[in-house]
């Protein structure tokens, strides 16, 4: 049997996971991200990990089929990061200095919003398809485009972006990037609150979010599980913007399944209704036929996408 | 010395090309496209015509490494079509009729707009480049995109459907496919027209446009040419449109080049413009370095990419 290691380093955490190559994740563990002097001790602290679960487990180096890394960045082809916003490292080649670390086995590296939907494509939402969009709806919108069965990594390792399309031009707000209308200030976690506030501020319209003591896009969505109806209508407003960002997705990348992911997506199957519908009215004949799921893997998606992509190497 | 064929097939000619591996094009030929009784003559005389050019050059069966074909509707992996607008085929095994037809030689099929895409990539434009828009201006709007030099065909056949893009969600007249808003109602060679026939409406604005006994996307342009204050005020519009709606894909796909090309690419370099400055505007500060090129093969874009589908399988 042969093994790999996937790994999904966040700000506060590196999530580790030991995989048989079929699939199975046998252990998996966390260690903390030491982001002082710049991120220095991070790449020292996996290989540390990894050296002692391989002693552990008595695994022999060379049936270490690689060790997959998924990072909060743009990633180059090359493995490549040229900044990161919260794990302390400027320009760094991940790929290089972990293959070095470990004494030569192969690494490879990707954005870590592509690595989950690697793994969500090989054993999530997205089983069995190679053709797939995720969509992660967190305190960001991020994204990952599989096309035929490989992650769109782009020419500045950018691809996959979702959350910064323009979905509004007359937006007056900046988004994080520094545009305006990007998708990201209306359908992430706080911008479903936006669009709540907003819609309170807009009438005295009587709802049980005017009790909240602090709105959330889960306080929003258990309302709308209450049928409380201002609830709904910022609802419907998310998924009209989503579900039709979504269609225009579809025209171009034509996927068999959109994956749905993130914190937001915990409010469960509720949430898919309201981006189906303004999808299917909008989108292109050719892509109506598209499915839409939850996310299945959580946390683990990073890991699981991590190993997928060293194991594709392989092959 | 090995060849392969690219073929490209019209709903009035079929566009057909001898190529050596290295990507040499040595002779280009067409037959016309006998669409009637189903088009059931189409691959018939295609084999014809392969076999006729093989004895001619003396070039032997196994010298052939493969057909690459592309047709004017979706085509998925199989190369199987599920229907055609104008070559008279419904469904249509075109990969498996034209394997048996030619004895066996190897056969690939695409989309058209994807081949032409291909082609770019290859011989054209966006040579050196692997992640790739090109963009067709035509009587439509068609697309191919290229990620890690591969097309995307997407699940159903339909990757890279550009023109049905959802710009407008205002727009009350139908496009071809049905919805309304689509990139292609604004920035087709017809869709160009009707730009300009709006703007002419909407006030007594002097324009040299306003002298032409017939608009086309061509007369628009060379009235901006010749500084024509109306007509740039169109242009601006159909940049803007176009830029924006490109600047979302690229927060997508990440392109290192988008490639403008289709009828209304013979405006020439001064389209560029037009649409460079508000894809700048809006795009994704990851994006902001994408190049914008004219396609460079015209009508010969199709045979090459065709070409380039076999000779990707052979490596």
Redesign the interface.
């Known amino acids: 049997m042969k093994y790999c290691f996937g790994i999904d380093i966040g700000g506060t955490t590196v999530k580790m996971g030991l995989f048989q190559e079929d699939g199975k994740l046998l252990e998996k563990w966390e260690i903390k991200t030491k982001t002082e002097n710049e991120g220095e001790a991070i790449l020292p602290d996996i290989t540390q990990s990894l050296n002692i679960k391989m002693e552990e487990r008595e695994i022999d180096r060379e049936d270490i089929l690689g060790i997959g890394v998924g990072i909060p960045a743009?990633v180059t082809e090359d493995g490549v990061v040229e900044n990161t916003a919260n794990l302390g490292w400027g320009y760094k080649e991940v790929k290089r200095e972990l293959q070095e670390l470990t004494g030569g086995i192969n690494v490879e590296v990707c954005n870590d919003a592509n690595a989950a939907a690697l793994g969500e494509m090989w054993l999530g939402g997205g089983k069995g398809?190679?053709?797939m969009i995720m969509v992660t709806l967190g305190t960001g919108v991020g994204?990952g485009?599989i096309?035929?069965g490989?992650c769109?990594?782009?020419?500045?390792?950018?691809?996959?972006?979702?959350g910064?399309?323009?979905v509004n031009?007359q937006e007056t707000e900046p988004c994080g990037?520094?545009?305006k209308g990007c998708l990201e200030q209306y359908t992430s976690a706080t911008g479903i609150v936006r669009l709540a506030k907003r819609r309170l501020e807009q009438d005295e319209a009587p709802s049980r979010l005017r009790r909240s003591r602090q709105i959330s896009a889960k306080t929003v969505f258990d309302a709308v599980k209450a049928d409380d109806i201002l609830a709904i209508e910022v609802a419907t407003e998310f998924g009209k913007i989503l579900g039709?960002a979504l269609?225009?997705?579809a025209?171009?990348?034509?996927?068999?399944v959109i994956v749905i992911g993130g914190g937001v997506s915990r409010a469960g199957e509720v949430l898919l209704g309201y981006i189906e519908k303004p999808f299917q009215q909008?989108a292109?004949?050719?892509?109506k036929?598209?499915r839409f799921c939850l996310a299945e893997l959580g946390n683990d998606a990073g890991i699981c996408g991590a190993a997928k992509l060293v194991l594709d190497v392989e092959k």
Chains 1, 2 share one sequence.
């Open positions: 743009p398809s190679r053709n994204g485009i096309v035929n490989q769109v990594v782009g020419s500045h390792g950018a691809g996959g972006e979702i910064h399309i323009c031009y990037c520094g545009n039709s269609a225009n997705l025209a171009a990348c034509d996927p068999e909008r292109f004949f050719a892509n036929k598209t």
